[in-house]
């Protein structure tokens, strides 16, 4: 005998009345029960052989509000044409953009269409528009998109495959032309099988079941003979998105917890700095080309900030004109506190670090910091304008670039990556300088992923520390997109809630 729920009957019986075969869009509306309650029954009585469950998907095109727009106003290259055909088959196409009332971005594409359509001609050196022979002997009739826009217009949503082959096409150039938005539409319909029959003719009846026990049920010990309802755990039940911490946040707590994990104490600085900090303290000379407007933004107001202790920037104007105490010769230019008072949106959280020493000159220190930089940068798949980086340093006598390779070594593995190599690079501030990289497996490819080094005397000697320092500073974005399998850092940043609603809070 194959129990009924109570549901699964109000199902079974809705199907025989629209005729054994039925979508659940329609059973929705004939039961009274919720569409997830129809699609639920669907799946459990599919498993008892009750019923088939046939999906189909269809294209459905609907009109953007572009698309809305020229299905009130025609195509503009349709209205160019009627301009055209009134002033007697040619004109300017300055003229054009003052008589056709559209945006004057568009009447470029326009011209296109026009062209493409075999409906006029341009001369570029005369600036005009001229109707071709066949548009000024006969108005063009409807081409198949007009058509389209038309219907759509009318019906407001069309199956793409229920229409001609010619609305086909229309719906392909239309859909490029940003007139008309696609979507996949899965409908179900349910069947109901000779088993199915069988039962309704022998009387279904469905079991009074009970899905909540109430104190009632239990006082009045009724719940002895009621029957109440199985769960059944697997089954799908309604999507629900709860409130959760963004996946780059979780990214920069884990990174926070690998740096305390290994002793190391967090700092933080502000967004705006001084170039001095920036740049100066670090032994980058005032034309480097890194200070340029192109990288580095600079805040139009306030202009200026405050220079610390007058010892430390004579220091540090010394080192860069001539070295100082420290044996180098320095840059050999006039520094110049103007320059070094500039605000910047710091472009390295360096800053901090080499801040952080001027003030905390005892070894052993291990700090760092996750925070947020800034650089005037093209938008590319691995470059924001805005992004994380990942800064330490490591104060102690007797370190060596041996410890720092360890050191990013140990917090990489923490983070679960294995192919990390160090690699010999160049940074103002550093000497010997490397840089980690690391391989990203689903770009197969290698990225860089931090600069390090030793901070040179230069940078040190001003700053009042006389034994070696261990710097480093790294993408947080990039370490991101390789922990989330990404192949573009926007992602991160776009608000796609898709993928935040996707992506695991835990991995
Ligand atoms: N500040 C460098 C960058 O932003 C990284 C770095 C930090 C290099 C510390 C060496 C030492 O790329």
């Not at 005729?19 to 129809?38: D, F, I, N, Y």
């Not at 079941?209 to 109440?228: D, G, M």
């Not at 707590?253 to 104490?265: D, N, P």
Request: proline share 5%.
């Amino acid at each position: 005998m194959v129990e009924l729920r109570d549901h699964e009957r109000k199902t079974l019986l809705a199907i025989e009345m629209l005729g054994g075969k039925a979508s659940a869009e329609g059973l929705t509306s004939k039961s009274g029960l919720p569409h997830a309650a129809v699609m639920r029954a669907a799946l459990t009585l599919q498993e008892k052989k009750l019923v088939k469950v046939e999906e189909t998907r269809q294209t459905v095109a609907t009109l953007s509000s572009e698309g809305k727009l020229y299905a009130k106003e025609q195509l503009p290259e349709r209205r160019i044409l009627e301009v055209l055909r009134k002033k007697g088959g040619e004109t300017s196409i300055s003229n054009i953009t003052k008589e056709v009332d559209i945006p004057s971005g568009a009447v470029s594409l326009a011209l296109g269409w026009l062209v493409q359509k075999k409906w006029a001609a341009i001369n570029k050196q005369k600036q005009t528009v001229t109707l071709t022979k066949q548009a000024q002997t006969q108005k063009p009739p409807k081409g198949s998109d007009e058509e389209l826009l038309e219907l759509l217009a009318e019906k407001s949503a069309l199956v793409t495959e229920e229409l001609d082959e010619n609305l086909q096409q229309a719906v392909a150039t239309l859909k490029r032309r940003r007139l008309i938005a696609i979507k996949e539409r899965r409908t179900y319909e349910l069947e109901l099988t000779r088993e199915a029959l069988k039962l309704i003719e022998k009387g279904l009846e469905a079991e009074k079941e009970v899905t909540q026990l109430t104190p009632e049920l239990i006082l009045t010990k009724k719940w002895r003979e009621t029957k109440l309802r199985k769960f059944d755990v697997t089954a799908p039940g309604p999507a629900i998105y709860p409130g959760k911490i963004h996946p780059l946040q979780q990214i920069i707590q884990r990174a926070r917890e690998v740096f305390l994990e290994m002793g190391f104490t967090e700092i933080r600085g502000p967004l705006v700095e001084t170039a001095f900090w920036n740049f100066d303290a670090l032994f980058q000379p005032q034309d480097h080309p890194a200070r340029e407007m192109m990288d580095t933004f600079y805040l139009a107001s306030p202009k200026a900030g405050k220079l610390p202790s007058k010892t430390t920037v004579n220091a540090v104007k010394k080192v860069h004109e001539d070295g100082w105490t420290t044996g180098s010769k320095g840059w050999g230019y006039k520094w110049s506190s103007e320059e070094a008072k500039r605000l910047v949106l710091r472009t390295h959280t360096t800053a901090e670090t080499v801040k952080y020493l001027s003030r905390h000159r005892k070894p052993p220190i291990k700090v760092f910091s996750v925070d947020r930089v800034y650089r005037n940068e093209q938008l590319t798949y691995k470059h924001t304008a805005e992004f994380h980086q990942i800064e330490g340093i490591v104060v102690d006598k007797g370190v060596t670039l041996r410890d720092l390779m360890g050191t990013l070594k140990t917090f990489y593995t923490k983070f679960g990556l294995k192919k990390v190599v160090f690699w010999p690079c160049y940074f103002p501030y550093t000497e010997p300088s490397a840089q980690a990289m690391v391989y990203h497996p689903k770009l197969k490819r290698w990225m860089e992923l931090c600069g390090m080094g030793l901070f040179r005397p230069e940078v040190l000697a001003p700053m009042g520390i006389d034994c070696p320092v261990l710097a480093w500073g790294g993408g947080l974005e990039r370490l991101a997109m390789i922990d989330l399998g990404l192949d573009d850092i926007r992602t991160l940043y776009g608000n796609r809630l898709d993928w935040i609603r996707r992506t695991p809070v835990c991995q």
